[in-house]
C-alpha cells in the first residue's frame, strides 16, 4: 500500500487540486473526471505492484475509493475518477489520507 496525508485539496474549474505528502515529500495532486477515461498516475518510485489498484480517499466518517489502472508516471499524483471527483465535491474538506491499495490474492 501506499499512502499519502492529504495536506489540502482545493477546488478548481471542475477538477479538485492540491497538495499530498509522504515520507516527508510534497507532492502536488489532480483529481478530475473520467474525460481520458480513469488513470491512475504517481511520481517516479511508486509504482504499484499491479496494473488495476484500489485508490481510496478517506476522513472522519466519509470515504470514496474506485478501482483505476494505473497509467504511468507523472510528477504529480493524477487521479481521473468520475465516482471519486463526484464524491470530493460534495465532501471536500473532511479527507486527510490518500491510500493506493495494491495488496491482494
Do not use: C, H
Request: net charge negative; glycine share 12%.
Amino acid at each position: 500500500m501506499i499512502a499519502f496525508g492529504i495536506v489540502r485539496l482545493d477546488i478548481g474549474q471542475g477538477y479538485f487540486f492540491g497538495t499530498v505528502e509522504r515520507g516527508g515529500e510534497e507532492y502536488k495532486i489532480n483529481v478530475q473526471n473520467e474525460r481520458r477515461g480513469k488513470v491512475l498516475k504517481l511520481p517516479a518510485g511508486m509504482a504499484p505492484k499491479r496494473d488495476r489498484v484500489l485508490v481510496r480517499l478517506s476522513g472522519g466518517d466519509a470515504f470514496v475509493e474506485d478501482v483505476l489502472p494505473y497509467s504511468g508516471e507523472s510528477e504529480w499524483v493524477e487521479i481521473d475518477s468520475d465516482e471519486i471527483t463526484f464524491f470530493v465535491a460534495d465532501n471536500q474538506d473532511v479527507f486527510d489520507t490518500l491510500e493506493v491499495i495494491d495488496d491482494g490474492p
